[in-house]
């Protein structure tokens, strides 16, 4: 993705906030009224003032100047107000799509690196957000400083804005050469970033197996070749400093000398006073020249940086993948498996291999099988989170995943429950809460992120609730009731049961088996179908897996 692309996506994204847009705008239009009245009231001061012993004059000329400039002091708080009705709403925005964009991918089968899907959406969007938030802040600095300074400048000394702006041009001519040079590694740089992400990322995720196999040196060279091919950008980026000054030097420094050396014979002419000499120069020095200068050394950063930014994010949404094939084929709310093969990578063995079955809506299933046998994954690929390596999977609709890890949302009680069903009166909510054992919960108690202060088994519980009332008609539990007593998880299956729908457990549990329509044994790439009793009777696999569960004892109306 090219610059221009970067700049095009940041205008669609900002374009909503059009009015505080023009507020900024209209703020730094104002900005520049100071700096233009600046030099033309220090030339009224000296020339009809001190240059001919008017001090009183002078300093009334002096006074005006203040006043303005405190005008131009509280313009500038007045900045800060649209500006984050702005960046906030922008950095929501962009989170958004970015993290739209990851689960299209994921859904679409695609590989990802979580290293650096984690940084896009959360290093560079902020990165986006500060960016846009320091250009338009110090736009008055800039944009509404130089135009002051140049239009003050040409309304008191035409001939001097004539003598400036040889400079300027070329000065501009060396600068988008710089640019270009600077946007080329500015770029290199955000690609190796995230790359290195993604191999630190691997690299301590498997630090255990790298310890194991004695594959320090081959780990430690990969991340150290990724972290020198970031200092190596970084430096060649950086460069392009050393060459800033030149275009300083052309667009003010060589302006400003030649002002000074026609100075003699303009004055001599009658064609510039000494006040208007003074302005000029008041104008280059403290207008003009700051401007320029902030342009050259910190602004184009910032902004190379920002289009860069927001052209990789760019490319990343723009990126994504959305085949069907990564999802089950939604049709029938019936459920059926075909040939359905998985494995983790090409050289492995399959988890499930050649596996054909169907679920009729409305079926109470409990999957079970031994750690690592494949229960959750696939219940993954139910869901569509994954991907089969070979076969079909049709049916399901809308499917609820809740895996073993519940999330609780920061909010009150009833902004969770009713996360997946907006508007559902608080009685509703209550008896649902009822249901699962959440009687002492008060609906507008306010809840932290992740749900801090909070049991596992309590948010376990929040989670399953909230799940009950979503309208999906296919619920797959993974074990998402392992932190509950065998009690709770009775009584919260058994509201899912009664709820209406397809109902899939993922067990952890011999009794989540024995309350199931039905039993599905995964082991060694297989699934056995039958239930609890049939499986027992035939399945020698599954009465080892049945006996080496913890006892646990029969609740009134459970039969093994």
């Given amino acids: 993705m090219k610059a221009r692309d970067g700049v095009r996506l940041l205008l669609t994204e900002i374009a909503p906030y059009q009015r505080s847009l023009f507020a900024v705008a209209g703020l730094a239009l104002l900005l520049s009224v100071p700096t233009a009245t600046s030099g033309i009231l220090i030339a009224r001061a000296l020339d009809d003032g001190f240059f001919v012993r008017q001090a009183e004059t002078g300093l009334w000329w002096l006074a005006?100047?203040?006043?303005?400039?405190?005008?131009?002091?509280?313009?500038?708080?007045?900045?800060?107000?649209?500006?984050?009705?702005?960046?906030?709403?922008?950095?929501d925005r962009l989170v958004t799509m970015i993290t739209a964009a990851g689960l299209d991918r994921a859904l679409a089968g695609e590989s990802t690196e979580p290293g650096a899907?984690?940084?896009?959406?959360?290093?560079?969007?902020?990165?986006?957000?500060?960016?846009?938030?320091?250009?338009?802040?110090?736009?008055?600095?800039?944009?509404?400083?130089?135009?002051g300074a140049f239009t003050g400048l040409?309304?008191?000394?035409?001939?001097?804005?004539?003598v400036l702006l040889p400079g300027l041009l070329a000065a501009a001519a060396v600068y988008r050469w710089l640019v270009r040079f600077a946007w080329k590694w500015q770029r290199k740089a955000i690609l190796i970033e995230e790359h290195l992400a993604d191999d630190a990322t691997k690299v301590f995720t498997a630090?255990?197996?790298?310890?194991?196999?004695?594959?320090?040196?081959?780990?430690?060279?990969?991340?150290?070749?990724?972290?020198?091919?970031?200092?190596?950008?970084?430096?060649?980026?950086?460069?392009?400093?050393?060459?800033?000054?030149?275009?300083?030097?052309?667009?003010?420094?060589?302006g400003l000398l030649s002002l000074l050396v026609l100075a003699p014979v303009l004055i001599s002419e009658g064609r510039l006073s000494s006040g208007d000499l003074v302005a000029a120069v008041y104008y280059v020095m403290f207008g003009l020249g700051p401007a320029v200068k902030f342009l050259v050394h910190g602004g184009a950063g910032w902004l190379l940086d920002l289009i860069g930014t927001m052209a990789r994010l760019g490319e990343v949404a723009e990126g994504t993948g959305k085949t069907e094939s990564a999802r089950p084929v939604r049709g029938s709310r019936n459920i059926s498996l075909r040939h359905v093969s998985y494995a983790y990578s090409a050289?492995?063995?399959?988890?499930?291999?050649?596996?054909?079955?169907?679920?009729?809506?409305?079926?109470?299933?409990?999957?079970?099988?031994?750690?690592?046998?494949?229960?959750?994954?696939?219940?993954?690929?139910?869901?569509?989170?994954?991907?089969?390596?070979?076969?079909?999977?049709?049916?399901?609709?809308?499917?609820?995943?809740?895996?073993?890890?519940?999330?609780?949302?920061?909010?009150?009680?009833?902004?969770?429950?009713a996360y997946l069903a907006p508007g559902t009166p608080d009685k509703d909510l209550l008896r649902t809460a009822r249901l699962f054992g959440l009687d002492e919960l008060e609906l507008d108690r306010e809840l932290p992120p992740g749900g801090a202060g909070l049991s596992a088994g309590e948010r376990q519980l929040i989670t399953l609730a909230r799940t009950h009332l979503s309208p999906a008609p296919v619920v797959i539990l993974d074990e998402a009731t392992c932190h509950l007593d065998p009690a709770a998880e009775q009584r919260a299956e058994t509201a899912f049961a009664r709820r209406g729908g397809t109902l899939v457990v993922i067990a952890h549990r011999i009794s989540s088996a024995w309350r199931a329509d039905r039993v599905l044994l995964v082991d060694a790439?297989?699934?056995?179908?039958?239930?609890?009793s049939s499986l027992l009777a035939v399945n020698s696999r599954y009465r080892e897996l049945a006996t080496s569960w913890e006892a646990e004892p029969l609740h009134k109306g459970q039969t093994a």
């Fill in 207 to 254: 630090r255990r197996d790298i310890v194991a196999f004695a594959a320090e040196p081959t780990a430690t060279r990969q991340v150290r070749e990724g972290a020198e091919a970031s200092r190596h950008a970084a430096v060649r980026y950086a460069r392009v400093g050393v060459l800033r000054s030149l275009t300083v030097s052309l667009g003010v420094d060589l």
């Fill in 525 to 532: 790439g297989q699934v056995a179908d039958g239930t609890h």
């Fill in 154 to 162: 040409a309304a008191v000394v035409p001939v001097a804005a004539l």
């Fill in 347 to 417: 050289t492995a063995d399959p988890v499930l291999d050649d596996v054909s079955l169907d679920i009729p809506y409305g079926q109470h299933v409990a999957v079970v099988g031994p750690s690592g046998a494949g229960k959750s994954t696939l219940a993954s690929l139910l869901c569509g989170l994954r991907t089969p390596t070979a076969g079909s999977i049709r049916g399901g609709r809308s499917v609820a995943l809740v895996p073993q890890e519940a999330y609780v949302f920061a909010g009150t009680v009833r902004e969770n429950l």
């Fill in 64 to 91: 005006l100047l203040v006043q303005i400039q405190l005008a131009g002091a509280v313009l500038t708080r007045a900045l800060f107000r649209p500006l984050a009705r702005i960046v906030e709403p922008l950095r």
């Fill in 117 to 147: 899907a984690v940084r896009q959406a959360t290093d560079e969007t902020e990165s986006v957000r500060r960016l846009v938030a320091t250009v338009l802040r110090n736009v008055h600095t800039t944009v509404s400083v130089a135009i």
